[in-house]
């Protein structure tokens, strides 16, 4: 199982993306790191699903842009 330090090495943890670009974004709880489902991005200063259109209610801690693959851990 990949640590949370592992984790965060794969994603973008400053900043933010430019509007409108699709992303995978890497979320945090009390149990934990865990990657959304579906695709993201991020739009006026927030960030939704790309498909509803829906904020997100989840602690973001990494981004990437989609399509790109985590290395196998």
């Known amino acids: 199982m990949a640590t949370r ?3 965060l090495a794969d994603f973008t943890t400053e900043g933010i993306p430019p ?3 699709s992303c995978q974004l890497l979320c945090e709880d ?4 865990y990657m ?3 695709v993201c991005q991020f739009h006026q200063g927030q960030w939704v699903n790309e498909k509803t259109g ?3 209610d989840a602690k973001v801690v990494g981004w990437r842009p989609a399509g790109r693959s985590a290395p196998a851990i």
């Open 36 to 38: 959304l489902p579906f």
């Open 30 to 33: 009390h149990v934990g790191t």
């Open 5 to 7: 330090e592992q984790r």
């Open 54 to 56: 829906l904020p997100i």
């Open 19 to 21: 509007e409108k670009v």
